[in-house]
């Protein structure tokens, strides 16, 4: 790859990851993005130097003030936003740049852009696309800042000493470039991913010791906002069919347990709704209070049923609810929410932008209810009874469907169990509605005509027939367990996991979850979808967790568990040492030379013969390499042995291809015998040199750089010929 086009290539690769970080955080708009990458292509092909010449300079000025009123209109009138006017602005920067680039001050200019972009995106977004566009930003930095000196400092020679090397290729000769005629653009690859590596190396330590003091703007991450319906003041029926048709994530949650030893499949709790107007379900009490603090999480409960307990780490992504989820029956939030607060029907809220990421732990005590406990005697706060009993005026056959389920059942629970498993066995599952949609009763319509539908259909028969019987239920919206991802120890929730279910009153546990909706096969991945779904979800949450969410108290356990490995390294080294002592001391006075000699030839029998393998295969590979390097290294000050290592480096590249140079032949005669060869020509030059050093005049000036451009050359062609 030639000097130009190496250059090219990694400063469009840094532009290009500063666009990519940006435009990952949803900051700009579909409009902007698609003109700044036609723009970004189109300058590729381009000669943007020949059009920048035809480009009058007033032309380039009026544009410039002419987008002065345009980013007024745009931040009054159309983004709104003072942070989306400046990424249009610097887009549109770039674009002329990119367009009419052709000095130094042009790719400077561009480099600060993308540079500005890459600053900007570490402050809006979590997501990995950033780590990757970070490292690409890393990597070319390094290379094009390298490039860009060499091109200067080229321009520059060239003006002030003009230097020509020995041997420039017929298609560089005149064009301002000899000296990067044969280009090394591996080597030069391999010394910029060595200095990045080392740059990171040297980064990870001081990630981890530098002292963390707050969350800073990471505390809460911006994402793209997922619109989720459900939950609002007003669910109707048949709405959270909508959100069931998406996979888009919603969160991922990690618990303190395996998925064998769960009892049951959890469910992510939203909202719950206790009025039912016929069509639509309501909360009617939505006074939110506080909640107090107790150290570093918000006490729900005083008291608790249970103690297997369940610890939740939910990742959120920016929803459009500030509704905060958590497993029944919720007794502590960690204070990450920022301000909790909770309404009459138990539901939880965090106010918070909602293009906002959220992280969280809860603690929850799934209680499993003990039939033998609960009672129709025990009495039920009137309150509850006042609530969660109001029943809309219906058709009458809903009652009596609700009668003849329970029928021969004597207590509340056992007639609440068997109407879930009834409805759960006597109807089928389906997101699409048939029939009598338009029905004035939707759940007469359910239950007589249709006899089929999604989760609100279920979860809505359930509550109003068991209020009808005088139990206290209601209707709650939230999300299934979703689908466990083994790579990252986490649970990924989508939209279509979206769920609702029914809570009912039984004394002295409270509030029981029943759940009526038959199994639903839903959307399912497999296969490799499945495999680098679950890998793209893990890295994400790895990158979301364990880099951004490092704070002071992550910081204290990695040192804590650094000091306790080292200790227990340190411990065991001494104990075997200690017990290798005793046992010399024990039995090397039985032994003899020869059960030593055994005993060490039957301990080294596989590794010794193998080391020796490789160094005999190193030594041979790199022998001619290796022998000039060290030539060179020793007589770096006599130019006569330093020539005569390129050349008998040379002889040995070309020997190990079976062209051998003669006894009788002069080095001159054997460099035209091969000069048909793809190596003949550099091969003839290399001669040249040497030969003008070896037998030419002490002060013969002796061009190092030359010789080592031919030597790679001449390596170079012997390859290509196989």
């Given at each position: 790859?030639?000097?130009?086009?190496?250059?090219?290539?990694?400063?469009?690769?840094?532009?290009?990851?500063?666009?990519?970080?940006?435009?990952?955080?949803?900051?700009?708009?579909?409009?902007?993005?698609?003109?700044?990458?036609?723009?970004?292509?189109?300058?590729?092909?381009?000669?943007?130097?020949?059009?920048?010449?035809?480009?009058?300079?007033?032309?380039?000025?009026?544009?410039?003030?002419?987008?002065?009123?345009?980013?007024?209109?745009?931040?009054?009138?159309?983004?709104?936003?003072?942070?989306?006017?400046?990424?249009?602005?610097?887009?549109?920067?770039?674009?002329?740049?990119?367009?009419?680039?052709?000095?130094?001050?042009?790719?400077?200019?561009?480099?600060?852009?993308?540079?500005?972009?890459?600053?900007?995106?570490?402050?809006?977004?979590?997501?990995?696309?950033?780590?990757?566009?970070?490292?690409?930003?890393?990597?070319?930095?390094?290379?094009?800042?390298?490039?860009?000196?060499?091109?200067?400092?080229?321009?520059?020679?060239?003006?002030?000493?003009p230097v020509q090397p020995l041997f420039v290729p017929r298609q560089f000769q005149g064009t301002g470039m000899e000296l990067f005629s044969a280009f090394p653009a591996g080597l030069l690859a391999m010394m910029v991913v060595?200095?990045?590596?080392?740059?990171?190396?040297?980064?990870?330590?001081?990630?981890?010791?530098?002292?963390?003091?707050?969350?800073?703007?990471?505390?809460?991450?911006?994402?793209?906002?997922?619109?989720?319906?459900?939950?609002?003041?007003?669910?109707?029926?048949?709405?959270?069919?909508?959100?069931?048709?998406?996979?888009?994530?919603?969160?991922?949650?990690?618990?303190?347990?395996?998925?064998?030893?769960?009892?049951?499949?959890?469910?992510?709790?939203?909202?719950?709704?206790?009025?039912?107007?016929?069509?639509?379900?309501?909360?009617?009490?939505?006074?939110?209070?506080?909640?107090?603090?107790?150290?570093?999480?918000?006490?729900?409960?005083?008291?608790?049923?249970?103690?297997?307990?369940?610890?939740?780490?939910?990742?959120?992504?920016?929803?459009?609810?500030?509704?905060?989820?958590?497993?029944?029956?919720?007794?502590?939030?960690?204070?990450?929410?920022?301000?909790?607060?909770?309404?009459?029907?138990?539901?939880?809220?965090?106010?918070?932008?909602?293009?906002?990421?959220?992280?969280?732990?809860?603690?929850?005590?799934?209680?499993?209810?003990?039939?033998?406990?609960?009672?129709?005697?025990?009495?039920?706060?009137?309150?509850?009874?006042?609530?969660?009993?109001?029943?809309?005026?219906?058709?009458?056959?809903?009652?009596?469907?609700?009668?003849?389920?329970?029928?021969?059942?004597?207590?509340?629970?056992?007639?609440?169990?068997?109407?879930?498993?009834?409805?759960?066995?006597?109807?089928?599952?389906?997101?699409?509605?048939?029939?009598?949609?338009?029905?004035?009763?939707?759940?007469?319509?359910?239950?007589?005509?249709?006899?089929?539908?999604?989760?609100?259909?279920?979860?809505?028969?359930?509550?109003?027939?068991?209020?009808?019987?005088?139990?206290?239920?209601?209707?709650?919206?939230?999300?299934?367990?979703?689908?466990?991802?083994?790579?990252?120890?986490?649970?990924?929730?989508?939209?279509?996991?979206?769920?609702?279910?029914?809570?009912?009153?039984?004394?002295?546990?409270?509030?029981?979850?029943?759940?009526?909706?038959?199994p639903d096969s839903g959307q399912r991945k497999s296969g490799l979808s499945l495999i680098l779904a679950n890998l793209s979800d893990a890295i994400d949450l790895w990158w979301w967790d364990s880099v951004i969410n490092y704070?002071?108290?992550?910081?204290?356990?990695?040192?804590?568990?650094?000091?306790?490995?080292?200790?227990?390294?340190?411990?065991?080294?001494?104990?075997?040492?200690?017990?290798?002592?005793?046992?010399?001391?024990?039995?090397?006075q039985d032994l003899s030379v020869k059960e030593v000699a055994f005993w060490l030839l039957r301990k080294w029998a596989f590794w010794i013969p193998l080391m020796a393998i490789i160094v005999v295969i190193i030594t041979a590979?790199?022998?001619?390499?290796?022998?000039?390097?060290?030539?060179?290294?020793?007589?770096?000050?006599?130019?006569?042995?330093?020539?005569?290592?390129?050349?008998?480096?040379?002889?040995?590249?070309?020997?190990?291809?079976?062209?051998?140079?003669?006894?009788?032949?002069?080095?001159?005669?054997?460099?035209?015998?091969?000069?048909?060869?793809?190596?003949?020509?550099?091969?003839?030059?290399?001669?040249?040199?040497?030969?003008?050093?070896?037998?030419?005049?002490?002060?013969?000036?002796?061009?190092?750089?030359?010789?080592?451009?031919?030597?790679?050359?001449?390596?170079?062609?012997?390859?290509?010929?196989?």
């Open positions: 790859m030639t000097f130009a086009r190496s250059f090219k290539l990694s400063s469009y690769c840094l532009f290009a990851s500063g666009f990519i970080a940006i435009w990952a955080t949803g900051a700009v708009d579909w409009p902007s993005a698609l003109f700044f990458v036609v723009t970004f292509i189109s300058s590729w092909f381009l000669d943007t130097g020949a059009l920048r010449n035809r480009i009058p300079i007033w032309i380039l000025n009026c544009l410039a003030l002419t987008y002065l009123p345009f980013f007024a209109l745009d931040y009054l009138f159309l983004s709104r936003s003072l942070i989306l006017s400046v990424f249009h602005l610097l887009l549109f920067t770039a674009a002329i740049k990119l367009l009419t680039l052709s000095k130094d001050r042009d790719y400077i200019l561009l480099y600060l852009i993308s540079l500005t972009e890459l600053l900007a995106a570490s402050t809006l977004t979590v997501n990995i696309v950033f780590a990757v566009c970070f490292l690409v930003f890393l990597f070319c930095g390094i290379s094009t800042l390298v490039l860009f000196e060499m091109r200067r400092t080229n321009a520059r020679v060239q003006k002030e000493i060595g200095i990045a590596l080392l740059v990171i190396i040297v980064s990870i330590p001081i990630f981890f010791i530098l002292p963390r003091i707050t969350y800073g703007m990471y505390g809460r991450p911006s994402g793209n906002m997922q619109f989720t319906t459900g939950f609002s003041e007003r669910v109707e029926l048949g709405q959270i069919g909508n959100i069931k048709q998406s996979d888009a994530v919603v969160m991922r949650v990690k618990l303190d347990r395996d998925p064998s030893e769960l009892h049951a499949e959890l469910k992510w709790r939203g909202l719950a709704f206790d009025y039912y107007d016929g069509r639509a379900w309501q909360r009617t009490n939505q006074i939110r209070g506080s909640i107090p603090i107790q150290g570093r999480h918000y006490k729900l409960e005083n008291s608790t049923q249970g103690t297997d307990w369940i610890h939740q780490t939910f990742f959120l992504e920016a929803l459009s609810t500030d509704v905060i989820f958590a497993t029944p029956k919720a007794l502590a939030v960690s204070v990450d929410v920022g301000l909790l607060l909770r309404d009459g029907s138990e539901n939880l809220y965090a106010p918070r932008s909602l293009n906002k990421k959220l992280r969280y732990s809860v603690v929850s005590d799934p209680v499993q209810p003990d039939p033998a406990n609960i009672s129709d005697l025990r009495p039920i706060p009137p309150e509850i009874i006042r609530v969660y009993t109001q029943t809309p005026p219906e058709d009458p056959r809903i009652k009596a469907l609700a009668q003849q389920i329970t029928k021969g059942f004597k207590d509340k629970y056992s007639k609440a169990l068997a109407m879930e498993q009834y409805l759960r066995t006597h109807y089928g599952y389906s997101l699409v509605l048939r029939g009598k949609p338009s029905s004035p009763d939707p759940l007469a319509a359910f239950l007589f005509d249709i006899r089929s539908g999604h989760c609100e259909y279920f979860a809505s028969a359930m509550t109003i027939m068991l209020r009808q019987l005088g139990i206290p239920a209601r209707l709650v919206n939230g999300f299934r367990m979703g689908e466990y991802n083994r790579l990252g120890n986490s649970w990924t929730v989508r939209q279509y996991n979206a769920h609702s279910w029914v809570e009912a009153y039984f004394p002295p546990y409270g509030w029981i979850e029943f759940d009526p909706t038959p704070d002071f108290s992550k910081q204290a356990v990695v040192l804590v568990n650094a000091r306790s490995k080292a200790d227990s390294a340190a411990r065991s080294v001494m104990d075997h040492w200690s017990t290798l002592q005793e046992r010399l001391k024990k039995g090397w590979t790199i022998r001619a390499r290796a022998s000039g390097w060290l030539q060179r290294l020793i007589h770096r000050r006599n130019s006569r042995k330093v020539a005569a290592s390129f050349y008998m480096e040379a002889l040995a590249a070309l020997g190990a291809e079976g062209m051998q140079r003669g006894a009788t032949q002069t080095p001159l005669e054997f460099a035209r015998s091969i000069g048909q060869h793809p190596a003949g020509k550099p091969f003839l030059d290399l001669t040249k040199i040497y030969n003008s050093i070896r037998f030419g005049p002490p002060e013969a000036p002796f061009h190092r750089t030359d010789a080592e451009i031919l030597l790679r050359e001449l390596r170079v062609a012997l390859r290509r010929k196989h």
